[in-house]
């Protein structure tokens, strides 16, 4: 398990343990999953014959209100995977002062070897498997890699169809036309280019600034675009196939595009030199933003990196050892609980605007996520710079915690 995405979540948790004073009864109830929910199901697919999938539901910690996180879909899920993913949902939505736990879902499959109606009847299959655990007070699901608002509209009306009427806070992410909040599929881009303009306030903000981004999805398509629109320059750019560099910066705002309609990178004619997608994560530029998948800073490359700051996209890109080499060389990593806290707090947003019946203008929404995300980021930096030898990822994680165990306590065991 040396390697594994739990193994990296547990020892984080417990330096995070160390730093809040934990006991040892406390560290065993905030490593435990209050659900582990693991099915097979069957899926009809187009030509009449049936196929069995794999799948995940895991809620970590619901101390703190419902629990709340995406889920994925890829051919690499693992359920210990999804354990730790689930993990870092707690820290993140504590540490961001939203009132839900962590949970996470994953099914494996590679989305893109299913028709549109194959993909309709896993997903409703998957929706019906896990009705019995999620709800909109009690687990709220969310999109993440390979997943997206057309995915999270059935999963939606799969749900009402059971409960017999419309039920629009059981999942966030949705279309907008069908209560999905106003720049949520952007808010995960949108507010690591917040804390990253934040973070570089006193050397003039993203402005100028060289990036990398790996991975053009979700989240580094739109940080990508929305960098390169506030004038930085976006020099490399990966999918999972294909690297670019550009020295005047790539189109990334088109590249992505090209993506959003269906393309690879492979395919996208821009200008820009062709190179290996891991080589996009040893750029040498201002900032890497690591935004595809977990584990790609290790202790074998970490010693290459070339950037003056790592911004997480992903969540859980940085191995301890990685993080080790970092820290003993000055580079600063901001951490997936902050960084990409966009997502969840604009899912937030969704789920209580659902609750009101009440739509915000994208206006107001990214006005609210820079109010969250912000204070969150800035209450890291103090803790961190308060306290002799401590990085924004222990930082972070100590303040999750901190605020875990205490509203355990505060709730008692019940009976
Ligand atoms: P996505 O499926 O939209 O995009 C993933 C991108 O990464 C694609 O461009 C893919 O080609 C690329 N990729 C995959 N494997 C790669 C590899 N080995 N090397 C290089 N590129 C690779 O997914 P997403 O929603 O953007 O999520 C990306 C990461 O961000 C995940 O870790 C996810 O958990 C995290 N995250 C997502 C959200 C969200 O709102 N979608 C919020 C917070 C965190």
Known sequence: MADSALNTALRQFHAAADRAGLDDSQRVILTSFKTVFQT?????????????????????????????????????????????????????????????????????????????????????RFTAEITPIIGPDKD???????????????????????????????????????????????????GLMYILDEHLSDAGGVRGKTVAVHGLGNVGGVCARLLQQAGAHVQYICDKDTGIFRAEGVDADAAFAFIEAGGVLR?????????????????????????????????????????RL?????????????????????????????????????????????????????????????NVLIPAYRGIINRAMSTPDCTLREAAQWIGVERVVQATMLRGIYP
């Open 310 to 370: 790592i911004l997480e996209g992903a969540n859980g890109p940085t191995t301890p050892e990685a993080d080790e080499v970092f820290q003993q060389r000055g580079i600063t990593v901001i951490p997936d609980v902050v960084a990409n806290a966009g997502g969840v707090t604009v899912s937030y947003f969704e789920w209580v605007q659902a609750r009101q019946y009440l739509h915000w203008r994208e206006a107001q929404v990214n006005e609210e996520l820079r």
């Open 140 to 190: 709220i699901p969310a999109p993440d890699m390979g997943t997206n608002a057309q995915i999270m509209a059935w999963m939606m009306d799969t749900y009402s169809m059971s409960a017999g009427y419309t039920i629009p806070a059981v999942v966030t992410g949705k279309p907008v036309s069908l209560g999905g909040s106003e720049g949520r599929y952007e808010a995960t881009g949108r």
């Open 40 to 124: 097979e199901f069957p899926v009809e697919m187009d030509d009449g014959s049936f196929r069995v999938f794999q799948g995940y539901r895991v809620l970590h910690n619901s101390a703190l209100g419902p629990t709340k996180g995406g889920i994925r879909y890829s051919p690499n899920v693992t359920i210990d995977d999804v354990k730790a993913l689930a993990m870092w949902m707690t820290w993140k939505c504590a540490v961001t002062g939203l009132p839900f736990g962590g949970a996470k879902g994953g099914v494996i499959v590679d989305p893109a070897t299913l028709s549109q109606s194959a993909l309709q009847n896993l997903t409703r």
């Open 267 to 307: 395919d996208w004619d821009g200008a820009g030199e062709r190179i290996a997608p891991s080589d996009v994560l040893l750029a040498d530029v201002d900032v890497l933003v690591p935004a595809a998948v977990e584990h790609v800073l290790t202790g074998d490359n970490a010693g290459k990196v070339r950037a």
